[in-house]
């Protein structure tokens, strides 16, 4: 069974203590619930080793089931199309909002576009502001527990992105924002694809932030343990996202959810992350990720693992590598495009894709017919770049001719 035929049913009890309503409903036997909460960080809050990313959410109703079955941290954005308002949707029901952790970003509410969606520099103090008490008005609260300054790393200029990162507008914002009880605490997250282990180095190095998000999964990151490791030390907490390895099939060895399952708890056998945000579409979800929570890892979830490498090992861009970075005379963003493929090909999230795609300063159009390609050979892990690139562009764009 493939992972889109994996259908369980789940259960539809409500918690009394957050939602405010009868505890009285029968609990399904199978019913898999969050088991383990862990320290984030110093910052006081105990994350749900399994948590929400709500970068896809449906409705309201479904945040109410993930706080149904333990999940207490949840991730949303401005640019994360309607998902602050159904926050909103959502908090009308929640009767003790100190129960759940909820962060958002630094953004505006306009499709995701690289560079143009996340505030940067030149942002004032009042835009910074403002963005966040938008953020509260959407989403029905009065505080946020975290805010983050999102995906640094994206521009392949790492003083640049150091100055977004420490930007005086930001933190003087922040600090005004505390003040006024309006945000709790101060985290950063990367996925590169451009310099992802010394931005994050510097952040906590700087102690500005309670907490780094990163991608982190079995697929890579050689240097991102020492990150880990150092922001323990410093008591700064440490999510991973991007958990999956692209989110591809599995394949028809592996038992529905076994692969899935396998890489979460992968994840969270490093003791210095505190949790893992996921993205979750539809109540399935709840069943296909939370059977992971507070188990440790198998010789038999090795074998998934070791499985889904071989057969997508060749094909899968490590989200964060950047080490194919400047290889194009045309300054063609080879690993943007292909997180935005990955979007569309595995996530399912065509639209958000093709939007961000189409908002590049340059596509992959000049891959079609070009004939000298120095981005060849400079994957290290040996990826076909050039007929990825191409698929890519026919996939992100209404027609192949369009640049």
């Known amino acids: 069974m493939k992972r889109r035929e994996f259908i369980q049913s789940s259960a539809l009890a409500a918690t009394a203590m957050v939602l405010g ?14 088991r383990r909460f862990r320290d984030l960080g110093k910052t006081g809050i105990k994350m749900s080793d399994i948590s929400f990313g709500a970068g896809s959410v449906p409705s309201g109703s479904l945040i109410l089931r993930a706080i149904d079955r333990g999940i207490n941290y949840f991730d949303t954005a401005p640019d994360y ?10 908090m009308k029901r929640i009767k003790d909002r100190g129960k759940i952790t909820i962060a958002s970003k630094f953004c505006r509410p306009i499709p995701y576009q690289e560079g143009k969606s996340h ?47 420490l930007d005086e507008n930001m933190l003087t914002a922040v600090d005004r924002l505390k003040k006024a009880g309006k945000v709790k605490h101060l985290a950063v997250s990367s996925h590169g694809p451009h310099n992802m282990e010394p931005l994050m180095t510097a952040a906590v190095n700087s102690g500005h932030f309670d907490v780094i998000m990163i991608a982190f999964n079995f697929m890579k990151f050689p240097r991102i343990p020492d ?3 150092l922001a323990r030390q410093k008591g700064v907490g440490v999510i991973a996202m991007k958990t999956l390895a692209g989110a591809k099939e599995s394949g028809a060895k592996l038992e529905a959810g076994q692969f899935e399952q396998a890489a979460l708890k992968w994840v969270l056998q490093h003791e ?46 490590r989200t964060g590598c950047g080490d194919c970075a400047g290889s194009c005379d045309k300054k063609v963003n080879i690993a943007a495009i292909q997180r935005y493929h990955m979007y569309f090909k595995d996530y399912g999230d065509q639209k958000r894709a093709m939007e961000a795609y189409a ?37 992100l764009t209404l027609s192949s001719t369009m640049a």
């Not at 309503?21 to 969050?34: I, L």
């Not at 521009?155 to 150091?162: I, N």
């Open 359 to 395: 908002a590049l300063e340059q596509s992959a159009r000049h891959c079609l017919d070009c004939a000298t390609p120095g981005c060849a050979n400079a994957c290290p892990y040996g990826l076909p770049i050039v007929s990825q690139l191409r698929e890519a562009h026919r996939n």
């Open 272 to 317: 210095e992350i505190s949790g893992l945000v996921i993205t979750f579409k539809s109540a399935q979800d709840l069943d296909l990720y939370l059977p992971a929570s507070g188990k440790t890892l198998t010789a038999s979830d090795r074998k998934a693992l070791d499985h889904y490498a071989a057969l997508h090992g060749a094909g899968y861009c």
């Open 227 to 229: 990150v880990m490791s």
């Open 81 to 90: 199309g309607p998902s602050e308002d159904h926050f909103g949707e959502a």
């Open 21 to 34: 309503a009868p505890a009285h409903a029968e609990e399904t036997p199978a019913r898999a619930d969050v």
């Open 119 to 165: 505030l940067g520099l030149g942002t004032t103090v009042e835009e910074y502001v403002g963005a966040v008490e938008n953020s509260l008005k959407r989403m029905g609260t009065d505080y946020l527990d975290l805010v983050f300054v999102h995906a640094i790393g994206e521009k392949d200029d790492l003083e640049q992105e150091k100055r977004r990162l």
